[in-house]
């Protein structure tokens, strides 16, 4: 991981690191080609949580999370096009948007997943981060 992402991530409580070939089970089982920088956060932390420098809260799933979390929703392409990969703690997800071909990331409401406001917030988990300190509150 690198140390900008690191430095973005220090607030938080992180878990020990997954190993690739699980990670690459989930990622292909769920149809998605997360960021660089999300597979390398994953392989130092398999999950966070906690507060960011910013005041939002985190919590970022562990690769054993990501199919039961996105299972309600429907999986991939399936369900509304999200891949869910954290959320808030309350209501709104962060989620890969994988409808284009390359996938962003963005913030969307759990409730009205389908009808509501869709917030983008980065191309990689670094910007995300990066966009979630900026947009505190």
């Known amino acids: 991981m690198n140390e900008h992402l690191s430095t973005l991530t220090e607030s938080l409580s992180k878990k020990p690191g997954a190993k690739l070939s699980d990670i ?3 990622i292909n089982f769920l149809g998605i080609k997360p960021p660089d920088d999300y597979i390398a956060f994953l392989l130092d932390s398999n999950g966070a949580e906690g507060f960011m420098k910013g005041g939002r809260y985190l919590i970022l799933d562990s690769v054993e999370q990501l199919i039961p979390c996105n299972e309600p929703y429907g999986l ?7 891949v869910s990969f954290g959320s808030d703690g309350g209501t709104m997800l962060f989620a890969f948007d ?4 390359i996938p962003k990331i963005v913030e969307v409401d759990s409730v009205c997943m389908d009808m509501g406001a869709i917030i983008f917030r980065g191309w990689c988990l670094t910007e995300f981060l990066e966009q979630l300190n900026k947009n505190a509150g």
């Open 24 to 26: 690459q089970k989930v």
């Open 76 to 82: 991939g392409l399936s369900g509304p096009g999200f």
């Open 98 to 101: 994988i409808r284009a071909s």
